[in-house]
């Protein structure tokens, strides 16, 4: 090791080293798939450097041509991440993550994460900065750390909205990021995890019109989350979760409540209202004698917003934040439930340099007084390298890319479309 030494220049050692440096680079953590380059300045100083990305291509019919008669098809980057984690102290660390989401689409590279991170003991740690709002366990694994390719399908909440100031990013969840304090920490032998945070959510500002949002008095929205470990302890750092270990954290069972509250966290600055989000989450992954690992998420959510003066009408411009991406019009926030769920199969039997792991997926979204939306998903994940080297291959038939509660509330009647999709995801 190379101490630091005034009467001369700092020496930096490059190695590469399992990395719980890079546990905090994304959303998710999986011990047994994950490493990272890391630069040694002394026995307490260091810096760590990381990459993602992941690529795909689909293929969707009835979604092109003159009257919508075709398949439409679209080779996409969808995420392409730098991961930088560090720490200056014994005490103190630092997280700073970029993002490029859609890069094929014009989007351009955008701050994810920027984190300064007091961590004093096992009990009781403080993040301040850009970072993850307590959420859920589909959203919190993130694209990277997901147990598949696409989990992101449930509707959008204010964190969602501040990628950009007011509009979220493609998928619900993707970013789920705000600026605000987290306080995390884990107890009895790490089984029982819990996070308490406060963020700015909607702001008081529209960043496009420069008006006021119904967030006019720069209410906080708060955000918790308590997570407990009935069998093995999940090896994931922080507050982070993961939709699955491949076995690496042997029999896991595990239950979550979460929620978030925003006083005029939704609707207009004329009709403000109160945002709500209530939900709970489990993930069952077992060894089997055969060796293969089974794996199970779950989790629902419901979507709550208190009118002060009635509900806006939809496409409202002073709006808040989207309900879901795809080109949905403005709106004035989700009402209803949610429910999303995966079962998987990861097959001990290494055929070439991989497992193959099929799965099946369902989501559901049930609107308030209004129609309801799901879609079915069946696939097969090729796994290399655990999450750092992936390959997908799914088939998706359902309603909720063809306009309604996730997309656009006042449109919710779509047709069922089947959909063909190839995604390959690698992280180092």
């Not at 700092?10 to 798939?33: E, M, N, Q």
């Not at 019919?61 to 996409?76: I, L, P, Q, Y």
């Not at 920027?114 to 959420?135: C, D, K, S, T």
């Not at 909720?400 to 190839?422: E, Q, R």
């Amino acid at each position: 090791m190379n101490a630091y030494n005034e009467t001369k220049p700092k020496a930096w050692k490059f190695r590469l080293l399992p990395a719980i440096t890079l546990a905090t680079l994304a959303t998710g953590y999986t011990p047994a798939s994950q490493a990272g380059a890391t630069f040694k300045i002394d026995d307490t100083k260091w810096i760590s450097l990381g990459l993602g990305i992941r690529t795909s291509f689909s293929a969707a019919e009835d979604s092109a041509g003159a009257t919508n008669n075709k398949w439409a098809t679209d080779f996409r980057l969808n995420n392409l991440r730098m991961y930088i984690n560090g720490q200056v102290h014994k005490y103190i660390k630092f997280t700073f993550n970029t993002e490029c989401a859609n890069c094929g689409d014009g989007g351009d590279i955008r701050i994810l994460d920027g984190i300064v991170q007091f961590e004093y003991n096992p009990y009781v740690n403080l993040w301040a900065g850009r970072q993850l709002v307590p959420e859920g366990r589909i959203e919190m694994n993130g694209p990277f750390y997901s147990a598949t390719w696409e989990p992101f399908k449930q509707p959008f909440e204010p964190s969602d909205s501040t990628i950009q100031n007011v509009l979220p990013g493609p998928d619900a969840g993707t970013f789920g990021r705000d600026e605000g304090v987290n306080f995390w920490g884990a107890a009895l032998d790490g089984h029982l995890k819990y996070v308490v945070g406060a963020f700015e959510g909607l702001k008081r500002t529209n960043y496009t019109t420069g008006g006021p949002t119904a967030n006019v008095n720069s209410n906080l929205l708060y955000g918790a989350r308590i997570a407990y470990n009935i069998l093995n302890v999940e090896k994931a750092p922080g507050y982070y979760t993961g939709g699955t270990a491949y076995g690496a954290d042997g029999d896991v069972l595990t239950v979550a409540g979460f929620g978030q509250y925003q006083q005029d966290g939704a609707g207009s600055f004329q009709r403000p209202g109160n945002f709500t989000l209530l939900g709970g989450d489990v993930k069952y992954e077992t060894l089997l004698p055969s060796k293969g690992v089974l794996t199970f998420n779950g989790e629902y959510k419901h979507f709550g917003i208190g009118y002060h003066n009635g509900a806006p009408g939809p496409g409202t411009n002073s709006n808040t934040f989207l309900v879901g991406g795809g080109g949905g019009g403005l709106t004035t926030g989700f009402q209803g439930n949610s429910f999303t769920s995966n079962l998987l199969y990861l097959i001990p039997q290494r055929i070439g340099i991989g497992q193959f792991q099929p799965y099946v997926m369902y989501t559901g979204v049930y609107t308030q007084n209004g129609p309801s939306q799901g879609e079915y998903e069946s696939g097969v994940n090729y796994v290399i390298d655990g999450h750092n080297a992936r390959i997908s291959l799914l088939w998706q038939g359902g309603n909720l890319s063809a306009g309604g509660s996730i997309w656009n509330p006042t449109a919710a009647y779509g047709p069922f479309i089947n959909a063909v999709k190839l995604g390959v995801q690698i992280q180092i």
